[in-house]
């Protein structure tokens, strides 16, 4: 929606406002810190995400995921296969080996921070550490682009450059996943516009100083293609192929990038 919007740039918040936004920010970053902190083998993500509730609420912070279009939890969990939006249930037991995702969200003062970030439990294998750091590098690489001046698809087109340099850099073939990807923030959690993970560059609305944007490359193993389960929000590879999902929410500033979402 975002290409055909007559709107040619991409909203600006003042210096305040990104201000405001790092403070819900840093708060995002401090839950998933205490959930990688206390994660181990034989607890639920239902755990995990009763850990990330409390850090938000001690803040004063509200979770944004709770309740949003009819979400029930506070932090989405995502477990191997699961590329995104993972329901936290006591079934879904940890065990070594495992990879997770956790997807955060925090509303404080009217404005929000959303990042995310996969981990190990345990020891990784070698193909899907590989691909966890991949992931985490190709969100630091693409991000890069986020400055005053460039396009929207000029951010998706360093992601997909920085994917294919992944493959050779961390030794792992892999897909972006098709059909998701990042978006405007402040106010509300998802804003104009839509930001794809590949793409051709210079085209979209111009990014300006202070534009933000939550910028998520989501990796797998194997196919670019998911299927949504039936609870209409887990989403899986179709090939049963493991996945990482790396998140942060970045505006652009005349110094460079800024991550508004810190994990201090």
């Known amino acids: 929606m975002g290409f055909r919007s007559k709107k040619k740039v991409i909203a600006a918040k003042t210096a305040a406002e990104l201000d405001a936004m790092?403070?819900?920010?840093?708060?995002?970053?401090?839950?998933?810190?205490?959930?990688?902190?206390?994660?181990?083998?034989?607890?639920?993500?239902?755990?995990?995400?009763?850990?990330a509730e409390q850090v938000i609420r001690d803040a004063g912070a509200v979770p944004t995921f709770l309740?949003?279009?009819?979400?029930?939890a506070s932090v989405c969990a995502s477990v191997n296969e699961v590329i995104v939006h993972g329901i936290p249930s006591k079934e879904t037991i940890?065990?070594?080996?495992?990879?997770?995702?956790?997807?955060?969200?925090?509303?404080?003062d009217g404005w929000v921070g959303d990042s995310a970030?996969?981990?190990?439990i345990g020891e990784l294998d070698e193909d899907v550490q590989g691909l966890n750091l991949a992931t985490e590098w190709v969100l630091m690489e693409g991000m890069k682009?986020?400055?005053?001046?460039?396009?929207?698809?000029?951010?998706?087109?360093?992601?997909?450059?920085?994917t294919r340099k992944a493959e050779s850099k961390f030794g792992v073939a892999l897909?972006?996943?098709?059909?998701?990807?990042?978006h405007g923030i402040g106010r509300h959690m998802h804003e104009e516009p839509y930001l794809?993970?590949?793409?051709?560059?210079?085209?979209?609305?111009?990014?300006?100083?202070?534009?933000?944007?939550?910028?998520?490359?989501?990796?797998?193993?194997?196919?670019?293609d998911s299927a949504v389960l039936e609870d209409d929000w887990t989403v899986v590879t179709l090939?049963?192929?493991?996945?990482?999902?790396?998140?942060?929410?970045?505006?652009?500033?005349?110094?460079g990038p800024r991550i508004l979402t810190p994990r201090y």
């Not at 403070?23 to 850990?51: F, Y």
């Not at 940890?94 to 404080?108: N, Q, Y």
């Open 196 to 224: 794809a993970n590949e793409g051709k560059a210079g085209k979209g609305p111009v990014i300006q100083e202070g534009s933000v944007l939550a910028i998520e490359p989501m990796l797998t193993l194997g196919t670019e």
């Open 94 to 108: 940890l065990e070594e080996g495992d990879l997770v995702s956790i997807d955060c969200g925090a509303t404080f």
């Open 175 to 182: 897909g972006i996943v098709d059909g998701y990807g990042g």
């Open 117 to 120: 970030w996969s981990f190990g």
């Open 239 to 255: 090939d049963g192929s493991w996945a990482s999902h790396w998140e942060h929410t970045v505006a652009a500033t005349k110094g």
């Open 145 to 162: 682009a986020m400055v005053p001046g460039n396009r929207l698809t000029d951010v998706s087109h360093a992601l997909e450059v920085a």
């Open 67 to 72: 309740g949003y279009q009819g979400f029930p």
């Open 22 to 51: 790092q403070a819900a920010g840093e708060i995002v970053g401090k839950a998933l810190q205490a959930v990688r902190a206390e994660a181990k083998a034989g607890m639920s993500t239902w755990d995990l995400d009763q850990i």
